[in-house]
T-cell receptor, first 114, second 109 residues
Framework: NAGVMQNPRHLVRRRGQEARLRCSPMKGHSHVYWYRQLPEEGLKFMVY????????ESGMPKERFSAEFPKEGPSILRIQQVVRGDSAAYFCASSPTGPQDEQYFGPGTRLTVT | RKEVEQDPGPFNVPEGATVAFNCTYSNSASQSFFWYRQDCRKEPKLLMS???SGNEDGRFTAQLNRASQYISLLIRDSKLSDSATYLC??????????FGKGTRLSVIA
């Protein structure tokens, strides 16, 4: 049973470019969460999605960031016009029912903005 | 007051030692509690859920004190492979998980 998958594992973008991060949840999980972790910092919640719905985006910056979880395919976290401050590790997690459940994390995407 | 607070450490202990971490949380309505471990530059991995009655998994014991709003993790007979950052995680129903910043453990030979 494959775990949570994320790609790419490493992504380098120049300032002003777009970054697209993908996440495929564990089989049977329909709840997806995105987190950001800055160096030497804790994980910060960004957004919680179910298929075709954003449930909670309270942790996501209002501008440049968006997320989706389409009916078919992986969840996508999109960052437009990246800036150096966006450099971080972005982790995706999934759970079988809701946010009260244990969450299982993917290996993360390390975004570097040059 | 931060939602979830942990002593950042580091805790440097010899192999075979017993070590305990505490974590406090501010939201009295919190319902679910977990310990995760995170190795350097890796993803967090679920170590154990924490139940009201306390629970044990091998060398690891987790306790919850709702009255004082703290959670503890006890590691017995520490191994070198236990070296990691331990994250205290709290959930209040339908809200997202809240992660502490973690406590760093280093087990020394």
């Amino acid at each position: 049973n494959a775990g949570v998958m994320q790609n790419p594992r490493h992504l380098v973008r120049r300032r002003g470019q777009e970054a697209r991060l993908r996440c495929s949840p564990m089989k049977g999980h329909s709840h997806v969460y995105w987190y950001r972790q800055l160096p030497e910092e804790g994980l910060k919640f960004m957004v919680y999605l179910q298929k075709e719905n954003i449930i909670d985006e309270s942790g996501m910056p209002k501008e440049r960031f968006s997320a989706e979880f389409p009916k078919e395919g992986p969840s996508i976290l999109r960052i437009q016009q990246v800036v150096r401050g966006d450099s971080a590790a972005y982790f995706c997690a999934s759970s079988p029912t809701g946010p009260q459940d244990e969450q299982y994390f993917g290996p993360g995407t390390r975004l570097t903005v040059t | 007051r931060k939602e979830v607070e942990q002593d950042p450490g580091p805790f440097n202990v010899p192999e075979g030692a017993t070590v305990a971490f505490n974590c406090t949380y501010s939201n009295s309505a919190s319902q679910s509690f977990f310990w995760y471990r995170q190795d350097c530059r890796k993803e967090p991995k679920l170590l154990m859920s924490v139940y009201s009655s306390g629970n044990e998994d091998g060398r690891f014991t987790a306790q919850l004190n709702r009255a004082s709003q703290y959670i503890s993790l006890l590691i017995r007979d520490s191994k070198l492979s236990d070296s990691a950052t331990y994250l205290c995680v709290v959930n209040s129903g339908n809200t997202p998980l809240v992660f502490g910043k973690g406590t760093r453990l280093s087990v020394i030979a």
